[in-house]
């Protein structure tokens, strides 16, 4: 019987799929890299021929689980016909509605044993999209939507807010309740960004959503 070459870029996410699927079981403390190798049926050797150590593997997963979002986020945040305005409305949309089933594929971070995932999830994000909320945030200031005098600053603390306030993948909360704490703290957005009180309220920004983007 021939033997079957894989790629390095197929074994690599057999092996990232396998420890998600056992981070998602288990939890990342009580896997160990033996139970992933095992599990897969290859060499520890081979695991570390890609991952250093079990915390390089999960960052690389996080890696990877982010692509499609910050790909999505770039699209819009970046097309030059769509005003900073509509721009915060989609994020604001998105993070609601959820059109990439995000909630869905970092569920697992839930699990007790995930709280190291969960604290990599929250570095990875606040890393990979304060450069583009930035720029979103300096398009508004020179169209004169948005008045922020630190914009990288206030690009941060949106995101924190959003992904520990909001975020209901990291915690069990439905949609009803997601959309009374983003109510809760509209003001404060709206203090940051500097714009007019109720220019972020959630009907006027699923509006233009819907009409614009």
């Not at 606040?126 to 583009?132: E, M, N, R, V």
Request: glycine share 4%.
């Amino acid at each position: 019987m021939n033997r079957v070459t894989k790629s390095a870029a197929e074994r690599r996410n057999e092996i990232l799929d396998t420890a998600e699927s056992l981070f998602s079981q288990k939890g990342y403390e009580k896997t160990s890299t033996t139970d992933i190798t095992k599990t897969l049926g290859v060499a520890q050797g081979t695991l570390y021929y890609y991952f250093k150590s079990k915390e390089e593997l999960a960052n690389a997963l996080i890696d990877r689980q982010l692509k499609g979002i910050k790909k999505h986020f770039i699209d819009v945040i970046y097309d030059e016909t769509f005003s900073a305005f509509e721009k915060i409305a989609w994020i604001f949309v998105y993070e609601l509605d959820d059109p990439t089933g995000h909630v869905e594929i970092f569920k697992y971070l839930q699990h007790d044993s995930n709280a190291i995932l969960r604290q990599i999830l929250h570095v990875q994000t606040i890393c990979q999209f304060t450069p583009i909320v930035t720029d979103l945030i300096i398009q508004g200031n020179k169209e004169s939507s948005f008045h922020v005098d630190n914009p990288t600053l206030v690009a941060e603390f949106f995101l924190s807010t959003i992904h520990h306030w909001v975020d209901s993948s990291l915690f069990k909360w439905n949609k009803a309740e997601r959309i009374a704490r983003i109510e809760a703290i509209q003001s404060t957005f709206e203090h940051l960004f500097g714009v007019p009180s109720g220019k972020f309220d959630l009907s006027l920004l699923r509006k233009t959503v819907k009409s614009k983007i």
